[in-house]
């Protein structure tokens, strides 16, 4: 990816997650640029040595700032999508490769706006923030190889990414892209529970997010799959079995199959189908 000019259009809690990520991995400043909505928001961004120009003072930012990037990467709400794309029409390089990280707009839509083959539809998650973002990468059919491994190194700065067919999209964005979202979810419950039995605030954290820091630690390091790290601690007879049995019964998988479900119920909803 070296010397691809890259601009952000729309820079808030995901893509500027990602282009934050990506200066942190040393990506050069000046090849990043950025557009915004409101002018508080791009004089942030100034501050920090992007080139960031808001719609609200340069109504046209978004063609000015894409006209001479090479990857653009659409971080504005999905239901800007096709205006945006409208805004780029006729005023960005053949060559030029379109990135959407919205939820819920198909490539079709996307092909619907604006005329160019390097169509690209990503779904990341907030770990971009500290380079561990996990993002699925469906590149249109017209895409070209170079902008697909574009993309891919692009997204392999902020963490780890894999290219998968539009139609996994949704699924994968239940499970990855809102992701962080059930594991925050967790962690509070967990913390909950410790509370009510007493535990200080303090030592509740203590032993949550270091059960959970340690354990994802040991599972990275080890050659063991997670069901085999669990029997190591799940002793016949004992207390952990009981955990896990109350699990069991009440059909934990099956509570996590319907959030998967009704995630992709809402986002074909979004999607207009
Ligand atoms: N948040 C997540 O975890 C997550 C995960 C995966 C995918 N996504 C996708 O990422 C996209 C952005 O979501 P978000 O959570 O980052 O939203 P957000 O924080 O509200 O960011 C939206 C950004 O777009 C800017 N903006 C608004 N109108 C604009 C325009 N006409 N031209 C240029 N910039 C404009 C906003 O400017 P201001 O800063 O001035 O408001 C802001 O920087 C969505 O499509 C969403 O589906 C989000």
Avoid: C, H
Wanted: a negative charge; zero cysteines.
């Amino acid at each position: 990816m070296e010397k691809l000019r890259i601009a952000f259009l729309g820079s808030g809690s995901m893509g500027g997650a990602i282009m934050s990520g990506l200066i942190d991995a040393g990506y050069p400043k000046e090849l990043i640029s950025a557009t915004t909505k409101s002018e508080e928001s791009a004089a942030a961004w100034r501050e920090q040595g992007i080139s960031a120009l808001s719609v609200e003072t340069t109504p046209d930012a978004n063609a000015l700032i894409a006209g001479d990037a090479d990857l653009i990467v659409l971080g504005v709400k999905p239901k800007q999508i096709v205006d945006v794309l409208r805004e780029l029409s006729g005023e960005v390089g053949k060559n030029a490769v379109l990135i959407s990280l919205a939820a819920g707009i198909e490539l079709a839509t996307m092909a619907s706006a604006i005329d160019n083959p390097n169509l690209i539809r990503t779904m990341p998650n907030t770990p971009a923030l500290v380079g561990k973002a996990v993002t699925g990468i469906a590149p249109a059919a017209s895409a070209s190889q170079d902008a697909i491994d574009a993309t891919v190194t692009l997204f392999e700065a902020v963490g780890t990414a894999i290219v998968v067919p539009e139609q996994k999209i949704n699924a994968l964005s239940a499970i990855s892209g809102s992701g962080p979202a059930w594991i925050y979810y967790f962690i509070e419950q967990w913390e909950k529970i410790a509370l009510e039995q007493g535990f200080s605030e303090e030592d509740a954290k203590k032993l949550v997010r270091g059960t959970f820091d340690g354990s994802i630690d040991l599972l990275a390091q080890s050659d063991e799959e997670p069901a085999e790290l669990r029997r190591n601690v799940t002793s016949p007879g004992g207390t952990t079995e009981r955990i896990i049995a109350t699990f069991e019964e009440s059909d934990l998988k099956a509570i996590f199959a319907k959030g998967l479900a009704a995630a992709v119920a809402r986002a074909e909803e979004l999607a207009g189908k």
